[in-house]
């Protein structure tokens, strides 16, 4: 079966910029979505198909896919943009929606 | 403003059934394909359950198959998830989403209910 590979943590300090990797096979042809989770608080989507920010995400929010990684970046990071951060897919072989294991990003 | 809520939840023994319930607001839930997440405490997100429009398609994920059923009633604009046969390993906190689409993601989320499973 499929599988997304996410660090389990990152850590970066105000004002720099933090990078949230997302591994997979073939990861470029499987329409790939971010969604950041602060504690006690439901996901929220900030990506869609790899790149895309929905109404209301800031533009500090960026993603894009290289072979067979998909890049979260965060830039400009503040405290409030310390949370969980998962990657998440269609797998069509399966017929199953799939999840990273999630990053946690710390903002030092 | 587009919302679900989730309700249903609580303390549950061992082979003992639930049922979840899905409310949205601001939108009809009829337009959209809807799925259902899960989150173990201190654990990932889990996708566990989708439904098209109609309820003519359903794809479950293995851990809840031939336990969870998914449903809908459109006219009551909410989603349903029957939980049989439940497993002190189902302790999670539930969620509903909207499913825009495999190109554009969940949204939104409700803020889920929490199961528990205990003897």
């Known amino acids: 079966s499929y599988v997304l590979t996410q660090p389990s943590s990152v850590s970066v300090a105000p004002g720099k910029t933090a990078t949230i990797t997302c591994g997979g096979n073939?990861?470029?042809?499987?329409?790939l979505h971010w969604y950041q989770q602060k504690p006690g608080r439901a996901p929220i989507l900030i990506i869609y198909?790899?790149?895309y920010r929905p109404s209301g995400i800031p533009e500090r929010f960026s993603g894009h896919v290289s072979g067979n990684t998909a890049t979260l970046t965060i830039s400009r990071v503040e405290a409030g943009d310390e949370a969980d951060y998962y990657c998440q897919v269609w797998d069509s072989s399966s017929v199953h929606y799939l999840f990273g294991p999630g990053t946690q990003l710390t903002v030092l | 403003e587009e919302q679900l809520e989730e309700s249903g939840g609580g303390l549950a023994r061992p082979g003992g059934s639930l049922r979840l319930s899905c409310s949205a607001s601001g939108f009809s839930l009829s337009s959209y394909e809807m799925i259902w997440v899960r989150q173990a405490p201190g654990q990932g997100l889990e996708w566990i359950s989708y439904?098209?429009?109609?309820?003519?398609?359903?794809y479950s994920a293995d851990s809840v198959k031939g336990r969870f059923t998914i449903s809908r009633d459109n006219a009551k604009n909410s989603l349903y998830l029957q939980m049989n046969n439940l497993k002190v390993e189902d302790t999670a906190v539930y969620h509903c989403?909207?499913?825009?689409?495999?190109?554009?993601?969940?949204?939104?989320w409700g803020q889920g209910t929490l199961v528990i499973v205990s003897s």
């Open positions: 439904i098209t429009q109609t309820g003519s398609t359903i």
């Open positions: 073939n990861i470029g042809t499987k329409y």
């Open positions: 989403a909207r499913d825009r689409g495999m190109r554009l993601g969940f949204d939104p």
């Open positions: 198909s790899y790149k």
